[in-house]
């Protein structure tokens, strides 16, 4: 293991280590911009140079690796005065278009250029000028003016997506960016060069012009839009999403996220959103409270004597902390239903990120519900014969027009999900949920990684969570389950779901966990016993 003196800061690093992952170790900063850490090192935007005692010349230290008795410094007069001349070549042509630019408040050129040089321009003649709102793919503009050249996208085509698109043309000052004769920037992972071009080159057609980055309000969340559950961060401004950026989690995603799930916001805003809760009230479906609503799905559902001819319908878009408490309401009053579990169909699938379920939760569900001893049939399976009741929950379920025959065939039907469906119009009581952008929880992906969400935008007062819903319907149905946050939620579920043994709500932060490595209980975890089923009511 090599040991080396960065700017007097003794540091020892495996062998094979860059200059600028020691130098980042023991907090040195050495400005880049061609260099990522999920991409390979080509070394020429000349940013990082550095002076070291084991070469005559400055180093790049992206890419230079650390020797024994290596002397580096990165603030030495000629490093200094390297770097202004760098900046100065870049901005040689760039645009200067701050003020109208979308990269404007996180943009690497801008940061650099105050803290390195903050120097007028010298050039005396016109700017040579290059392609502007270029559209590379359905999703991608380039700003030629503005590219530095750093190869980013290139690179990310070429070794991440596995699809050559992109290429540098022509020579010298008049070299840009460009795709291939005849093709588009248009694979599955186009999105990803937007957001790891340095400068404002490459904006995302979804999100330019729109907002200020510096308006926005950041949460980090879960991608639910298929099994892999990539780490995200969604900004918002206005309680509106409006954009979707990947999250860094080597255990996951890396760095990187897919189109579907970056773009699938604009499908939740586009969808008609039921925000008010209905019920029967003299024989025909009106808008009520919340309560009033609750109280109508209790009366319909304790109804039925034998809970056998209850249906319940559960959705792999569940945060673990909702199954949980749905499993309880399955375990207690509604104990002996039939239990159907559904979700979105199977879709495209590859070999980098994108998975063939479309669920985000499958695995923690049917975890927690083989944990309560509830068996799950799949929504394929439904059978609706001898039914008189019917719990709903989630609105994303591969069924036809002949499921939905099936499920409205059942006398009482009480759906909870948050957009205008068929099973909304056939409910006859509805009670309005949260999207997973309006929720706090835990979602396990296929691989049985734990993963955090926190909620980026504030529901309407009369929506509420699943679990929410499941804890109202089975206190009237006379089981007491009580909880007021989601933390104490996950705390349960790690103390009675062995797979999530030893897990806290904290310990999840920044990466997850998997199931099964959590500290191991004294004892081995005991769920609470159910409660007798309540005496049925009249609907």
Request: include cysteine; proline fraction near 7%.
């Amino acid at each position: 293991m090599p040991t080396l003196k960065i700017d007097g800061r003794e540091v020892t690093v495996e062998r094979g280590t860059t200059i600028l992952d020691a130098a980042r170790k023991v907090g040195i900063d050495i400005p880049t911009f061609c260099y990522h850490p999920g991409l390979t090192k080509p070394a020429n935007c000349r940013m990082c140079l550095v002076d070291t005692n084991k070469a005559p010349k400055p180093t790049p230290a992206c890419y230079a690796e650390c020797m024994d008795d290596m002397e580096v410094s990165t603030q030495s007069p000629e490093i200094v005065k390297t770097r202004k001349a760098v900046l100065e070549f870049i901005l040689l042509n760039h645009p200067v278009d701050c003020p109208i630019c979308d990269q404007a408040g996180e943009c690497v050129l801008q940061d650099h250029y105050f803290k390195y040089s903050a120097t007028p321009s010298r050039l005396a003649h016109k700017k040579v000028h290059k392609p502007k709102v270029k559209r590379l793919g359905p999703d991608v503009v380039l700003d030629a003016e503005r590219c530095i050249l750093c190869t980013r996208c290139i690179r990310f085509c070429d070794e991440v997506a596995k699809e050559t698109q992109l290429e540098i043309v022509n020579r010298g000052e008049h070299s840009e960016i460009t795709t291939f004769p005849g093709k588009q920037l248009d694979n599955p992972y186009a999105g990803n060069t937007v957001d790891i071009c340095p400068v404002g080159a490459l904006t995302s057609v979804d999100f330019r012009f729109r907002t200020r980055v510096w308006m926005l309000q950041s949460s980090d969340g879960v991608c639910p839009e298929c099994s892999r559950g990539c780490k995200t961060r969604t900004d918002v401004f206005e309680n509106v999403p409006r954009r979707t950026k990947p999250l860094h989690n080597p255990r996951v995603n890396d760095w990187w996220m897919c189109d579907e799930g970056r773009l699938a916001y604009r499908d939740y805003q586009a969808l008609p959103r039921m925000e008010g809760p209905a019920a029967q009230v003299e024989g025909k479906r009106r808008v009520v409270t919340n309560v009033e609503a609750i109280e109508a799905a209790a009366l319909e559902l304790g109804a039925v004597a034998q809970r056998q001819k209850i249906g319940v319908v559960a959705t792999p878009w569940f945060t673990n902390e909702d199954a949980w408490l749905v499993a309880e309401l399955l375990r207690g009053p509604l104990a002996g239903a039939r239990i159907y579990l559904g979700g979105r169909a199977d879709g495209t699938a590859d070999e980098i990120l994108r998975m063939a379920d479309k669920n985000p939760n499958r695995a923690g569900v049917e975890a927690i519900f083989e944990a309560a001893g509830l068996k799950a049939a799949p929504l394929s399976a439904l059978d609706t014969a001898g039914l008189e009741a019917l719990l709903v929950f989630g609105d994303q379920h591969a069924l036809d027009e002949a499921g939905l025959e099936k499920l409205e065939r059942v006398p009482r039907r009480v759906v909870v999900s948050a957009f205008q469906t068929p099973l909304w119009k056939m409910a006859t009581t509805f009670l309005p949920a949260r999207t997973h952008f309006e929720k706090v929880g835990t979602f396990t992906n296929f691989e049985g990684m734990v993963q955090r969400l926190e909620q980026a935008v504030n529901a309407a007062a009369s929506c509420k969570s699943y679990g929410y819903y499941a804890m109202k319907l089975a206190e009237l149905m006379g089981h007491t389950i009580s909880f007021v946050r989601p933390e104490d939620v996950f705390a349960e579920v790690a103390r009675t779901v062995p797979g999530f043994a030893g897990m806290t709500w904290q310990g999840l932060a920044p990466y997850g966990m998997k199931l099964g490595e959590g500290v191991a209980p004294a004892e081995p975890p005991t769920l609470p016993q159910a409660a007798p089923p309540a005496a049925p009511t009249e609907a």
